[in-house]
């Protein structure tokens, strides 16, 4: 992930701020209860003290379309709601980009849900380390065609350009 402090997670409390819990929902929940904090478990093991130092992301297909897109710290924790989980271990830094750009401009995804994953995909790609990531952000500001999602596309690539480090940003 980018260098730099991030604490890409949730934070549920109550209204009197007197109980807290660190971790993200990204599974569904009730929508005929009141909302409740996700439980999560105890941690165990050894406290990592870079923990934090990595982006994971998280897709929801259904019936083999992209319906979500997530990134958070690899140090938050995640209640998926009972869902399974396939873990990816092992993409490069590259791979994941291209992977992530190939979705920020893909003209065959649902109007409904293009918007939201096309700037969650440039978010991701904005926390990648790898040089990549930047070259494929000033791509995205650069050459992605005036259409209204294509619009918030370059706006998401320019803020991840913002934040870079990278003197290729300038």
Same mark, same amino acid.
């Given at each position: 992930?980018?260098?730099?402090?991030?604490?890409?997670?949730?934070?549920?409390?109550?209204?009197?701020?007197?109980?807290?819990?660190?971790?993200?929902?990204?599974?569904?929940?009730?929508?005929?209860?009141?909302?409740?904090?996700?439980?999560? +478990?105890?941690?165990? &093991?050894?406290?990592? /003290?870079?923990?934090? @130092?990595? *982006?994971?992301?998280?897709?929801?297909?259904?019936?083999?379309?992209?319906?979500?897109?997530?990134?958070?710290?690899?140090?938050? +924790?995640?209640?998926? &709601?009972?869902?399974? /989980?396939?873990?990816? @271990?092992? *993409?490069?830094?590259?791979?994941?980009?291209?992977?992530?750009?190939?979705r920020a401009v893909d003209d065959t995804m649902d109007v409904d849900v293009k918007s939201r994953i096309a700037n969650a995909a440039v978010r991701a790609i904005a926390l990648h380390?790898?040089?990549?990531?930047?070259?494929?952000?000033?791509?995205?500001?650069?050459?992605?065609?005036?259409?209204?999602?294509?619009?918030?596309?370059?706006?998401?690539?320019?803020?991840?350009?913002?934040?870079?480090?990278?003197?290729?940003?300038?």
């Amino acid at each position: 992930m980018m260098d730099g402090e991030r604490n890409l997670c949730c934070y549920y409390s109550d209204d009197a701020m007197s109980t807290g819990v660190r971790g993200c929902r990204i599974g569904p929940q009730a929508t005929d209860t009141p909302p409740t904090p996700p439980q999560f +478990p105890a941690p165990t &093991g050894p406290v990592r /003290l870079e923990a934090g @130092t990595q *982006v994971t992301i998280f897709v929801r297909l259904v019936e083999k379309r992209l319906e979500r897109m997530r990134a958070l710290t690899d140090d938050c +924790p995640v209640n998926a &709601g009972g869902m399974s /989980l396939h873990w990816l @271990t092992g *993409v490069s830094g590259v791979d994941s980009v291209a992977w992530l750009k190939a979705r920020a401009v893909d003209d065959t995804m649902d109007v409904d849900v293009k918007s939201r994953i096309a700037n969650a995909a440039v978010r991701a790609i904005a926390l990648h380390r790898d040089p990549s990531a930047v070259a494929t952000l000033i791509d995205l500001a650069r050459s992605t065609p005036l259409t209204p999602t294509a619009t918030s596309v370059r706006r998401e690539a320019m803020a991840g350009l913002g934040q870079s480090r990278d003197p290729r940003a300038l």
